[in-house]
């Protein structure tokens, strides 16, 4: 029995695309902040500390997706959230996965520190 997708294909190809584009700045999944309600345009991110399981989710999703399809692109985005969940494994040197990690220097490095500073740690 085949599981329709509202919209079909190409909607579920769209939110592919977008999750990877506005929602992934640093190889995990994080939550976009965006300039207005119905705005486009990233400003910062927020709530990094799920950033592990959204981009376990991710994969999961790609990776039924290459099955299915064998699309290329498909591949490209395992390979890219795989990446990301062994930055998250190894960040904290101790076998414990990190919940996020962000890259020193961005732009929105302050507000997601600010957010998560009870469970921050700096390297």
């Given at each position: 029995m085949a599981i329709a997708?509202?919209?079909g294909e190409k909607a579920a190809l769209d939110i592919s695309a977008?999750?990877?584009?506005?929602?992934?700045p640093d190889a995990v999944i994080i939550a976009p902040v965006f300039e207005s309600?119905?705005?486009?345009?990233?400003?910062?991110?927020s709530r990094a500390g799920d950033s592990a399981i959204?981009?376990?989710h991710y994969l999961a999703a790609e990776s039924?997706?290459?099955?299915?399809?064998?699309?290329?692109?498909?591949?490209?985005?395992v390979r890219?959230?795989?990446?990301?969940i062994r930055l998250l494994a190894d960040a904290m040197g101790t076998?414990?996965?990190a919940r996020s990690i962000l890259r020193a220097g961005v732009f929105y490095e302050q507000d997601?520190?600010?957010?998560?500073?009870h469970t921050c740690r700096r390297r």
């Open positions: 997708f509202p919209g977008v999750i990877a584009d506005r929602h992934m309600p119905t705005g486009t345009r990233v400003v910062s991110y959204w981009t376990g039924y997706r290459y099955a299915v399809t064998g699309d290329a692109a498909a591949l490209q985005a890219s959230a795989l990446a990301g076998g414990i996965m997601v520190s600010n957010e998560e500073k």
